[in-house]
């Protein structure tokens, strides 16, 4: 989540300085100038991204919207550094600014996190995780997930990724109420005795009981792995319990909810210096070794520095307040779904996210999500409990509400989110499973509502935000 201040003041006043100086600034300059001078294809298609993102109302509970300031640390120079290793230990010379970059993206991980150590070379959650199971298992060793299909991630154990075809990976579920079912979860543990237990999900709206994960990995001997990427914002604002003393390892991405560049991080609280499997060598250094050299070779040294942008923002009081209409506003959401007869899984939420079933409007989770995007309102497809729908199709649809929140929306507007999802999803005939009618006046006057609610509510990265003194006149 970037953090774009809350405060009306804040919203009117411009984006840059005309007389920022120094030699990356005037890169950047350089480098828009040329790429609109040489690849004008490119850089409409660029632009029109923009646009797009300005303009549409995102509730992909999986993403966020990076500030401009963490855009722009992306795209700099530091990038053309080739340096393997880590800081003061590379195989190539000439690292110096990195390895500062690199141990300072380090220092604010680990005090964003509350955390003592910290791995910010991963290039997305995916290899975190993919490098933490390979640091603490042998291929045939026994792994303990939940399951794809009630919310769990691919690298979780799922058939479909190496994580379920180089381990021996079991799946725990969810209870009929759809929260993680403990007790069974329990007999697992105890039946196969996992090397790893991961406790994490890309679809649960419920707080995870990690201390309770826990408790299940000490009975068996097992490590425990936390896989936060979902919720990251949420633990760095202390609004969810944080993972990083009670598991041995947590995992992250940088852009679901911190705000950041594509990416992954890898930390540990009091348990970095525990021995790994061999009895011996600390956590911390075969997590190390998992990243470079046995997963991944040279790091994107510029992505690294966003990764330290991202940081500092996400520590700032303006991130915990757009933390809290984060969560204000999925209970609201969730709400007023709830009063306009959807049914919630779960009943409600307690974080950035909700689930609900589109069986209830006659339609699929594909088919939900086409007509919405049609009208200007992001949500995936997600399968539900008991879905009978292939993944493609499903029963359900993931709303999320990180991205409405750092428009500065707040429950109010979570009251007219929910009629325009009400409107669109009540107003589509299902066709087939994945195909649909709607009226076209219907998606030309939700697209004109949505345009509206986007511009009374812009992104950090609107560079023609509206002054507060305009909202509320005109269209
Ligand atoms: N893990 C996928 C999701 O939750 O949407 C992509 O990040």
Known sequence: MTHQSLAGEAR?????????????????????????????????????????QN????????ASIADPSVLAVGGAALSNVTAEGYPGARYHPGAQQFDRVENLAVERAKRLFGARYANVQAHSCSSANLAVLSALMRPGDTL?????????????????????????????????????DFARLEELALEHRPRVLIAGASAYP???DFARFRAIADSVGAYLLADISHIAGLVAAGLHPSPIDVAHITTTSTYKQLGGPRGGLILSGVEYTTPGPDGRTP???????????????????????????????????????????????????????????????TGG??????????????????????????????????????????????????LGTNILAQRAMGPVEMRECAQLLHTVLSGTRLQSDTDYLIDPALVATVREEVRWLCARHPLSIDTARVPVSLIGVGA
């Open 55 to 62: 303009s549409t109302l995102a509730m992909i509970a999986s």
């Open 144 to 180: 303990l997930g939940l399951d794809l299909d009630s919310g769990g991630h691919l690298t979780h154990g799922s058939r479909a990724s190496v994580s379920g075809r180089h381990y021996n990976a079991v799946s725990y579920g969810l209870d009929e109420s759809g929260r993680i």
């Open 349 to 398: 939420t307690d974080n950035h996210m909700v689930l609900i079933d589109t069986t209830g409007v006659g339609l699929t989770g594909v088919t939900a999500e086409r007509a919405l995007e049609e009208c200007g309102i992001l949500a995936n497809r997600n399968r539900i409990p008991g879905d009978t729908k292939p993944p493609l199709v499903t029963s359900g649809l993931r």
């Open 12 to 52: 009117s006043t411009s984006h840059g300085d005309s007389s920022w100086t120094g030699q990356q600034a005037e890169l950047l300059r350089i480098g828009i100038g040329s790429l609109h001078e040489t690849d004008p294809e490119l850089a409409a298609m660029l632009d029109a991204e923009v646009s797009q």
């Open 206 to 208: 419920r707080t995870v």
């Open 283 to 345: 956590l911390s250094r075969l997590i190390q070794r998992a990243v470079f050299p046995q997963s991944q070779g040279t790091p994107s040294p510029a992505s690294i520095a966003a990764k330290a942008r991202a940081f500092a923002m996400a520590a700032e009081p303006a991130f915990r307040e757009t933390a809290r209409l984060i969560l204000l506003n999925a209970q609201a959401l969730a709400a007023e779904l709830s009063a306009l007869g959807y049914r919630v899984l």
